[in-house]
């Protein structure tokens, strides 16, 4: 829409293109600001083609109230001067001749990529009101990221590497809200900040991005390059999302130098990166924040005047209590992001509890605000990601360990996380014969019975009935015995010992009259008549193999 509007007052589409980037895509007004103010003065280098621009004539789609005669009532407003637009009255009709030759072609479906460098001060950001304070909150430089002391130690790898001015290209992997994209971007200010300007950072997003725009993105950077003597840092979030193609276009450009590549994932690099692109990267890993950490980080938002929670609400003033502070910290699951919205939203109640009870001009924001914000703890588990292994591998050594209380905890975390009860049941169905196996065969019929009775209920009525066979499989007696003979008996077959030779001819059935006369069956003792007979029913070759440790004797600790 706002492409649509420059282009038809006349702009040029670069040109148009290049003001959305810088001023954020959202605002015809300030895009054309940002145009005039570019074009206040005539010089070659002013539009794409080398030629003067000249100012197209715009009263016909803005009024301006500071030098016109107010026409009608318009509402108070904070900044000296207000623009307001209107829709433009239809153009006079052209001749044939002409419209073919003033008609503006279409703006690209994909604009290239336009990434102005950071500012060399991190304390000259622009700030908005209409930035959530998660983002305004964003550390500037590497001294202000909270909660990642290993990574960021005076002798790590990323500072000794902004102190030399070489950043090399690196996988940031972490929980989400443990700061991976503030990093990258505190990555760049901070070596810029070193002495000259020698990198520019781009973003891209791989939820919304498609190789188009990461093929613009590159060759975007090697004219940058040519033309400033500046390498590129590509942040790409969500890496993990491309798929094995996409990821593999950036090892070109990572090994001649065009470009530095961060990326930024929440799942194991192991599992969904390309191993060539982890080759050419180094992981680093965050740790989820303490509650401690996070409270630093909404303490820092309470207090800061310029871009903290004040500037959320206008003109109002804000209190926090301590316990509102605490709560958020404790209940966020060491996600900065989770807790930084909630307090936003929190503040946002307390200002309209002030606006119905008076004339006060201070927001307080109390313990039940934070917990109406943030309405139930938030849980970090993701059903087809690695948490959903790490909770179901910690349910499993729990019960293997025989204690119940960890088991029913861990069981809780992967119910309230949304895992399926099926899946937990299956999971308990193997335990019973994996674990406790010959030691209480009944365990088997308990989780069968557990797996048939959550098919039934289903969800929240099942959890009691997968509780209490978590519980019976905890305390219920150990045997791997029938495990351990699966497995010697698997290694023997494929590692052909006795080069599995055939069925001894007293094993095998003999129905017709021609297998008799070959031997089928002969000598082949019954053993209800005959039980204490010496009879073998190994091949030959594997006489004497012990498979299954389980003496007559045992008294169920096998």
């Known amino acids: 829409m706002e492409m649509e509007q420059l282009l038809s007052m006349g702009f040029p589409s670069e040109l148009a293109a290049q003001a959305l980037a810088a001023t954020g895509g959202k605002s015809t007004v300030k895009a054309t600001e940002w145009i005039l103010s570019q074009t206040s003065h005539p010089h070659p280098n002013n539009s794409p083609n080398g030629s003067s621009f000249q100012q197209p004539k715009l009263d016909r ?10 026409q009608e009532p318009s509402s108070p407003s904070n900044s000296p001067t207000q623009i307001t637009t209107a829709p433009p009255p239809p153009p006079p009709p052209l001749p044939h001749h002409q419209l073919l030759s003033t008609q ?3 703006p690209s479906k994909r604009p290239k990529v336009f990434a102005p460098s950071p500012p060399s001060n991190p304390h000259n950001h622009t700030i908005s009101n ?17 909660g990642q002391d290993l990574l960021l130690s005076q002798n790590s790898l990323l500072r000794s590497a902004m102190r030399c001015n070489r950043i090399p290209s690196i996988i940031l992997w972490g929980p989400p809200g443990t700061g991976k994209t503030s990093i990258a971007r ?3 200010t901070s070596a810029n900040s070193q002495g000259s300007s020698s990198y520019r950072f781009v973003s891209l997003s791989a939820v919304t991005c498609g190789v188009k725009d990461v093929r613009d993105a590159f060759e975007d950077a090697r004219k940058f390059k040519l033309k400033n003597t500046k390498r590129t840092v590509l942040f790409l979030d969500e890496v993990h999302r491309f798929n094995k193609s996409q990821q593999d276009s950036f090892l070109p450009v990572i090994e001649d130098g065009t470009i530095v590549f961060i990326g930024a994932t929440t799942e194991n690099p192991s599992f969904h990166l390309v191993t060539p692109l982890l080759s050419r990267c180094r992981v680093l890993t965050l740790s989820p924040l303490k509650p401690h950490h ?5 303490m820092r938002a309470v207090n800061d005047p310029d871009k903290g929670l004040s500037k959320s609400l206008g003109s109002l003033g804000v209190d926090v209590s301590e316990d509102a502070v605490e709560f958020l910290s404790t209940n966020c699951d060491g996600d900065a992001r989770v807790a930084l919205n909630a307090l936003e939203i929190s503040a946002a109640t307390a200002a309209a509890r002030v606006g119905s009870e008076g004339d006060l001009r201070l927001a307080s924001v109390a313990l039940d605000d934070a917990k109406e914000a943030l309405q139930s703890k938030h849980l970090a588990y993701d059903r087809a990601g690695e948490e959903h292994y790490n909770l179901i591998s910690a349910l499993h050594k729990s019960m293997r360990g025989s204690d119940a209380d960890a088991s029913i905890y861990w069981l809780v975390r992967m119910l309230e996380g949304g ?22 065969p009944l365990a088997l019929n308990q989780a069968v019975a557990c797996y048939q009775a959550c098919h039934f209920l289903g969800m929240p009525e099942c959890n009691v009935i997968l509780a209490q066979c978590v519980a019976y499989l905890a305390l219920a007696p150990k045997s791997i015995s029938v495990y351990r003979a699966m497995g010697a008996a698997q290694k023997v077959v494929r590692e052909s010992v006795g080069q599995n030779e055939g069925v001894p001819l007293h094993l095998r059935n003999a129905p017709t009259k021609l297998m008799k006369e070959l031997g089928y069956g002969k000598d082949y ?11 073998s029913f190994l091949p030959p070759s594997l006489q004497g193999y012990k498979f299954l440790d389980w003496p007559a004797n045992n008294t169920g600790n096998g």
């Open 419 to 440: 895992e399926q009860p099926l899946y937990i049941a299956r999971r308990l169905v193997r335990f019973a014969s994996e674990d406790v196996g010959l030691a209480d």
């Open 525 to 535: 003792i019954y053993t209800p008549d005959n039980p204490t007979a010496n009879q």
């Open 130 to 146: 209409d930035e959530p304070l998660s983002e305004r909150m964003r550390p500037r430089t590497i001294d202000d990221v909270i």
């Open 104 to 106: 503006t072609p279409p």
């Open 294 to 298: 996070v409270q630093t980080i909404l």
């Open 61 to 70: 789609f803005f009024h301006f109230p500071s030098s016109k005669p107010k």
């Open 186 to 188: 505190a990555i760049v």
